[in-house]
Every structure is written in C-alpha cells, then in structure tokens.
C-alpha cells in the first residue's frame, strides 16, 4: 500500500487514461488497468473487494436486462427490410422538395431511432438505402454523408435508447422518466437537422436537387396506402414499448420483453423471418452486449476505485469552483463531455464521467432528468466528432467505394450537425420543460 493522496490519485488516473487513449489501446482495458493499478496501490489486497462490490452492485441491476433485449429487438428490425419499405413510402412524397432525399434519410432515421436504437445498424441501413439514391440524382458528397450519418446517431438519444438504459441506474435516475424526458429532445434535433438541410437547398439547389415529377407519378390512394403500410407498423412497435412505460402498465425491463416480440412478429408480417435470420439476430446480440459488458465491467473497476480513493470528491470541487457560478460549472462539465466524446467511446464517457457529473448536477440544484438528459444530448456530438467518431467510420464501412465518397467528404458533412447540437442545446437550457414535460405528466404503476 502506498500514501497517495486524493489529488495525486486523480491526477495518476487521469493522465493515466490520456496516455492510454494516446497508445490506441482499447478504452476497456485502458479503464480495467489502470483501475486495478491505482487501486492496489492505495488498498492493496482490499481492491478486489472494493471492486467486487460495486461491479456485483451494478450488474444486478434489474434494469440493465433491457439492454439485450433493445439490442436484439433493433437488431429483429434491422432484418425485418423495415427501412427499404419507410423510403419507398417518404420518396413518394418529399422526393419532389429541394434536398428532398436528405430529407426522407433524416425522418427515416428519426423513425428508426424510435424502433432499432443501434447506431451501428441505423446508419448502416441509412447509408445501404439512402446514398445510392442521393447519388444517382446528383446529390453532393457531403450533405448525403451528413444527412446519414446525423439521422442514424438519433437513435442513442430518442428511446428506446441502450444509452439511456446503461446512464440510469449509472446516475441513480429513473430509465422510464430519461425516456420520456429524451423524446422531445430528440425530436427537436431532428426538426433543426431537417431544417438545415431544407435551408442549404434553398438556398444552393445544385446540392440536393429535387427528383423529376415523372418519378413521383403516383395517386394520392397510393401513396396514402403505401405510408400506412409503412408507417403503422413502427408506430405500434413504439407504442408497445413506449407507451405501456408512460401508462404506467410496465417498467422498462418489461416494456423491453414486449418490443422485442412486437419486433419478431413485425418480421413475420414482413416475410422476413427465418431460422438463419434468428441465428444470425441472436448471434449480433450476444456480440454488441458482450462488448457494452466489457466496457462497463471494467470502466466500474476504474470508477470504484477512483471514487474510493477520493477523487471524485476533487473533480467535483474543482467544477464546482469554475467561474461563473452556477453555469460556469455547468458549462465546465458539457465541454469536459465534449473533449471527451473525441476520444472515448460513449459507454466509456458514461461509466467514467456520469459518477462524477451527477453530484455535481445535484450540488448545483438542477433537476436530475434536465441534467441527465442534457448530457445525452452532449454524447450526440461524440459520434461525430474525429478523430474517434464512430458514425463517420460506420458510414464508411457501408458505403460503396464507388461513389467515392472520401473522409474529408463525410467530415464536412458532420460537421454542420455538431454546432446544430449545440444550438439544440441552448434551446433546451432557455426551456427546460422540451425535457420535464413529459415526465411530469406519467402515471406511475
């Protein structure tokens, strides 16, 4: 054992996690590391208990069994052909607008976000269905990449979302009113990204030209039935998981159960279903919920032990002493949030920096669902913020080589959608109830 004092233990682990990100090794192992390190070194042999106890603490909560069952609900969707059936539908009727199939790819996300929540998937069926689209109608590079790569990160934010399950019980904060105070904030960000894009077209029509009438030709009973084939079906997907938590009827374990049969039922209806697609849904899950286990198990070690030794108590004294009072502090954690989201994984940002910002959220007098919810809004700008931004590296993993599609393209594509997160961002400081509303408005079961 050795004397470390609080402030030295804060400093070790923190550069210790810079020098890491540095090295490119995996964030998980960076966490489990440097936790076990640092924590033997302060407890000695006491470590393994002090880890054990709040990783056992963690992984029986009965909330964190959502997560697989999310997971292979949007996983069940993402086979169901679900997205090839919503464009057909939305092409109809907005091809005809300027930038009109950036348009169709953002609402399209906006709907997958509210049923599929994997990131991976949404924007991988985005790029799959939307881009060859946009390119053969002489869309620019870049406002294909970004409407894209924007529309699919929604689905971390809008719920059913993995990323609200995992803060929850991280944060000591109900997952069900994180659900219900993430909806409209989520909706938000979809009406600014949409309007972005409707005002850059206007504005240079060359960018995302409108789509000829001859290609639109169809009767008003056509494309009436084809949104309804389309559309209700998710709908009602939402509303088994959704709407039986607002209700009341179930909490959002429960509601899981119910979206993930809704979701292989919606695959039956669809002629989707088979033995090698359930294998293959199955197999996905079990691979993504291993993965998020690995990053929370070992990010708990880290965290316990720097809890443990004081240093949470020090960050919180330093955000709490910035200047500005108040929102000099809140301001304080959003870019430590941000500069992060550069570097770490989301799951990693949770584990690490949500035990620290909540006290602080609380010490500040901010409702604790607002503050939550503020931070999730926050992580929207880590998918796409390089260097590790994974939505830009998704998309350039499922879009064609040749439509040439480079990374400078998808960067300048992204890029405009970070500022609009921080606009959505201010809005929701300058009218906090986009956030309380909803859940003031739940009947508890």
């Not at 009406?191 to 009438?213: D, N, T």
């Not at 809890?307 to 004294?317: E, R, S």
């Not at 998309?395 to 439509?403: H, I, M, Q």
Request: aromatic share 12%.
């Amino acid at each position: 054992m050795t004397n470390l004092s609080p402030e030295l233990a804060t400093v070790i682990m923190m550069a210790g996690i810079l020098v890491g990100l540095l090295t490119g090794f995996p964030v998980a192992f960076i966490f489990g590391v440097l936790g076990v390190s640092v924590g033997f070194l302060y407890f000695g042999g006491n470590v393994g208990q002090i880890i054990y106890d709040r990783m056992y603490s963690m992984m029986i909560e009965y909330i964190l069994l959502a997560l697989p069952l999310f997971v292979f609900m949007g996983v069940m969707l993402e086979a169901s052909g679900i997205t090839e059936k919503l464009y057909e539908a939305l092409y109809l009727w907005l091809g005809g607008l300027r930038g009109g199939l950036a348009l169709v790819t953002i609402l399209i996300g906006t709907i997958l976000a509210a049923t599929v929540g994997i990131i991976a998937a949404s924007i991988t069926m985005l790029a799959l269905v939307g881009v060859p689209a946009m390119m053969k109608r002489g869309y620019d590079k870049s406002i294909a990449a970004g409407a894209v790569c924007a529309g699919g990160t929604l689905g971390i934010l809008i719920p059913p979302s993995i990323m609200l399950v995992i803060y929850g019980p991280t944060a000591g904060v109900s997952v069900g009113k994180l659900f219900m105070g993430a909806f409209f904030p989520g909706f938000l960000l979809s009406a600014l990204y949409m309007l972005y894009v409707a005002i850059r077209c206007f504005l240079e029509p060359q960018l995302g030209p409108s789509i000829p009438k001859e290609e639109r030709t169809a009767t008003m009973g056509h494309k009436l039935g084809l949104l309804a084939q389309a559309v209700l079906p998710p709908v009602v997907l939402i509303m088994s998981v959704l709407g039986v938590i607002y209700l009341g009827i179930a909490p959002p374990t429960d509601a899981a159960g119910t979206g993930a049969l809704a979701a292989t039922l919606l695959a039956l209806a669809y002629r989707r279903f088979t033995w090698k697609g359930l294998v293959h849904v199955v197999h996905e899950t079990m691979k993504t919920c291993g993965f998020i286990y690995l990053i929370i198990t070992m990010a708990v070690a880290f965290t316990s032990v720097f809890i443990a030794t004081g240093g949470g108590n020090v960050m919180k004294g330093l955000i709490l002493s910035s200047p500005g009072g108040k929102w000099g502090a809140f301001l304080v954690v959003h870019f430590i949030f941000f500069i992060l989201g550069m570097f770490v994984d989301w799951i990693g940002i949770v584990y690490l920096m949500v035990p620290i910002a909540t006290p602080v959220g609380t010490a500040l007098g901010f409702d604790p669902v607002w503050f939550a919810v503020m931070l999730c809004v926050n992580l929207q700008m880590a998918f796409m913020t390089p260097p590790v931004a994974s939505a830009i590296f998704i998309f350039k993993g499922a879009c064609a080589p040749e439509f040439g599609i480079s990374m400078a393209h998808i960067i300048r594509g992204v890029i405009p959608y970070v500022f609009i997160i921080i606009v959505g961002l201010a809005i929701c400081v300058a009218f906090p109830q986009i956030i309380l509303w909803l859940p003031q408005q739940m009947i508890k079961g």
